[in-house]
Each structure stands twice: as structure tokens, then as C-alpha cells.
């Protein structure tokens, strides 16, 4: 399988677990210790795999670095439409997706949200990412801290 491929296959593995701690055990003790740390987690390795896409795809295609500097419909369509493009674009919203989970994540942990409306946000932000974080946004907007929806 050619590196593309491989780090695409590998990023899909593993962001599962991650979302399944996320979703569906929020306030258990190893989720705390897979996501509580600032620096170092999930969407720091999931960056990782995005450079580990993107570097290879943007020395395949020198035009690539140009459309990346001045981004036309066209060109990013262009960029997307190769299989390192594809494999680069899916991953980077892998990690951004991930990041707004965990930071919901950690939001409704410090604030006392109830996960049991929480989580389906959270699959949303999997899903359909920027609406996800906007339901949490808009849901939990009302709420202060340690005051549950």
C-alpha cells in the first residue's frame, strides 16, 4: 500500500477509540488520562499523521504548494482529487475535528454538563464538525458553571 493509503488507513483505526472514550465513556478514568493532557493527546498524534500525508502529497505535485499559497475552487478541487490530497484533506479534519471534541470535551467536564446530552453533541462534532460545535455553543450558552441544562 502506498504511503497515502497507510496513513490514511492507520488515522481512521484510530480515531475511533478516541470518540468512543469521548462519547461514550466521558467521566471515566482513562479517558482522563487520554485526553487531560494540554500538550500532549490524540490531536497531537492525528497532526502528526496530517504531516505525514501532507508532506508527501505537496512534494509529489510542485503545483501544490502554489495552490496552497493562493487557493482557487479549482485548484484545492484539484488538490483533493489525488489520492494524497484526499488522504491529507480527510486527516486534517480528523485532527480539527478531534480537537473541538476533546475542547467540548473538557468544557463540559469543567462546567458540570451532563454528558448524557453532551455526547450526542459530541457525535455530531464527528460527524458534521463546525455544526457540532455550534449545537454545543448554542445548547450550553444558556448554562453556567456547575449548572446543568
Known amino acids: 500500500m502506498n504511503m497515502p493509503g ?7 483505526l484510530l480515531v475511533l477509540p478516541c470518540w468512543a472514550l469521548l462519547i461514550f465513556l466521558p467521566r471515566a478514568a482513562v479517558t482522563g488520562r487520554v485526553f487531560d493532557h494540554p500538550r500532549l493527546g ?5 497532526a502528526l499523521f496530517y504531516i505525514l500525508a501532507v508532506v508527501p502529497a505537496v512534494l509529489a505535485d510542485p503545483a501544490a ?3 496552497l499559497m493562493q487557493p482557487t475552487l479549482a485548484g484545492v478541487q484539484g488538490l483533493l482529487g489525488s489520492p494524497g490530497g484526499a488522504s ?3 486527516i486534517h479534519y480528523l485532527c ?3 480537537l473541538v471534541g476533546v475542547m467540548i470535551w473538557r468544557s463540559a467536564r469543567r462546567r458540570g454538563q451532563r454528558f ?5 453533541l459530541l457525535l455530531l462534532v464527528l ?4 455544526l457540532g460545535w455550534l449545537a454545543y ?6 448554562t453556567r458553571p456547575g449548572r446543568e441544562a
Open 6 to 12: 497507510l496513513v490514511f488507513e492507520w488515522a481512521n
Open 42 to 46: 490524540p490531536p497531537h498524534l492525528f
Open 65 to 67: 504548494l502554489a495552490v
Open 88 to 90: 491529507a484533506g480527510w
Open 96 to 98: 480539527f475535528d478531534l
Open 116 to 120: 448524557l446530552w453532551v455526547s450526542p
Open 127 to 130: 460527524m458534521v464538525g463546525p
Open 137 to 142: 455553543e448554542a445548547v450550553s450558552w444558556g
